[in-house]
């Protein structure tokens, strides 16, 4: 069988397991996925979607080549969808431990955890694509895989968190794993199509 060329796209991200798992999804595809250190605006909005479009504009006037951004956001029912778009830097400022003090007490502990693939090329935006994951909210920390509010994430239809999942478990239904996925899909049909 014939070495499959693959095309090199380059995901704009300082976090490298955010990369390890986009790369994990690309594996068996025609991509051949590297990190570019450069940054978009964020702009703040609740969507983590019109979070990382703009933050794609930003980069597509400074890189020609193809790129990838992704955003994501945990949205908790009875916080009103907080963190959201803010995840990282709660994640950074009152923890995981923090989420469970603001919910514990709370009856409704569903949530959903939402990504936003953007990708563009020579200059601009090409499509998006949106991954979200439903599920629960722990009220312990559970596992020590994955990184940021991975260990109080019960997917539904599961009864363990997606920090105690191996990472081929976790990709096979995580948002990040959902929004890659179909965008594995769309960009292998425009390669075959090049």
């Given at each position: 069988?014939?070495?499959?060329?693959?095309?090199?796209?380059?995901?704009?991200?300082?976090n490298m397991n955010k990369f390890e798992e986009i790369r994990n999804v690309l594996e068996n595809s025609k991509i051949n996925l590297r990190v570019i250190n450069i940054k978009g605006n964020e702009i703040q909005a609740f969507s983590v979607l019109s979070i990382a479009r703009?933050?794609?504009?930003?980069?597509?006037?400074?890189?020609?080549?193809?790129?990838?951004?992704?955003?994501?956001?945990?949205?908790?029912?009875?916080?009103?969808?907080?963190?959201?778009?803010?995840?990282?830097?709660?994640?950074?400022?009152?923890?995981?431990?923090?989420?469970?003090?603001?919910?514990?007490?709370?009856?409704?502990?569903?949530?959903?955890?939402?990504?936003?693939?953007?990708?563009?090329?020579?200059?601009?935006?090409?499509?998006?694509?949106?991954?979200?994951?439903?599920?629960?909210?722990?009220?312990?920390?559970?596992?020590?895989?994955?990184?940021?509010?991975?260990?109080?994430?019960?997917?539904?239809?599961?009864?363990?968190?997606?920090?105690?999942?191996?990472?081929?478990?976790?990709?096979?239904?995580?948002?990040?794993?959902?929004?890659?996925?179909?965008?594995?899909?769309?960009?292998?049909?425009?390669?075959?199509?090049?």
């Amino acid at each position: 069988m014939p070495e499959l060329t693959k095309s090199t796209i380059y995901l704009a991200t300082n976090n490298m397991n955010k990369f390890e798992e986009i790369r994990n999804v690309l594996e068996n595809s025609k991509i051949n996925l590297r990190v570019i250190n450069i940054k978009g605006n964020e702009i703040q909005a609740f969507s983590v979607l019109s979070i990382a479009r703009q933050s794609a504009l930003n980069i597509a006037e400074k890189f020609e080549g193809a790129f990838l951004v992704e955003d994501s956001g945990l949205y908790i029912d009875s916080l009103y969808g907080f963190p959201g778009p803010y995840s990282s830097f709660v994640y950074k400022t009152i923890g995981v431990g923090g989420i469970i003090r603001l919910i514990r007490d709370r009856e409704n502990k569903n949530a959903e955890f939402h990504s936003a693939l953007i990708y563009g090329e020579n200059g601009k935006i090409i499509k998006n694509f949106v991954g979200i994951t439903e599920g629960t909210i722990s009220t312990s920390i559970k596992g020590v895989k994955g990184f940021g509010f991975d260990p109080i994430f019960i997917p539904t239809g599961y009864n363990k968190t997606f920090a105690e999942m191996t990472t081929m478990e976790k990709n096979k239904i995580s948002h990040r794993a959902k929004s890659t996925g179909v965008f594995a899909q769309w960009i292998t049909k425009k390669l075959d199509n090049t």
